[in-house]
């Protein structure tokens, strides 16, 4: 009786040792798929960049690889430069501004209640 019992849980401890060793080996394959896909990707982005780079290789005779391109413009860009004033202008329109606002306080002024 003791007998049938160690043989069982025996059957148990390999049986379980048997599982653990196949769920090893299933991780490590995942593994390395995981890292054969990273090492794929890598090289067909580093193949992408390459492609891009050599697009200009017709240039290559020209001296220090000038090129003479049209760029490409988007009209719907709004260029702050366009929109900046200058010191002068900005001070023109504030100078005007306190001009306007002596004006309307002279004309608020109460000189009635002016002290001595």
């Known amino acids: ?15 379980k040792d048997s599982e653990t ?10 593994r390395r798929k995981e ?8 090289a067909n982005a580093t ?17 220090n690889g000038d090129v003479s391109r049209d760029l490409d413009t988007d009209e719907n860009i709004i260029d702050p430069i366009n929109e900046r004033r200058t010191l002068a202008e900005r001070n023109e ?3 005007g501004q306190l001009l306007t606002l002596k004006q309307d306080l002279a004309q608020l002024r109460d000189e009635t209640k ?3």
Do not use: S
């Open 1 to 15: 009786m003791k007998q049938e019992e160690v043989m069982r849980i025996q059957m148990e401890v390999e049986a």
């Open 47 to 63: 193949k992408g960049h390459l492609k891009e780079e050599n697009t200009h290789d017709e240039d290559d005779e020209l001296v």
């Open 21 to 30: 060793r196949r769920l090893q080996e299933e991780v490590e394959n995942a």
């Open 93 to 95: 329109n504030l100078q």
């Open 35 to 42: 890292e054969e896909l990273k090492a794929q990707q890598l």
């Open 114 to 116: 002016e002290t001595a």
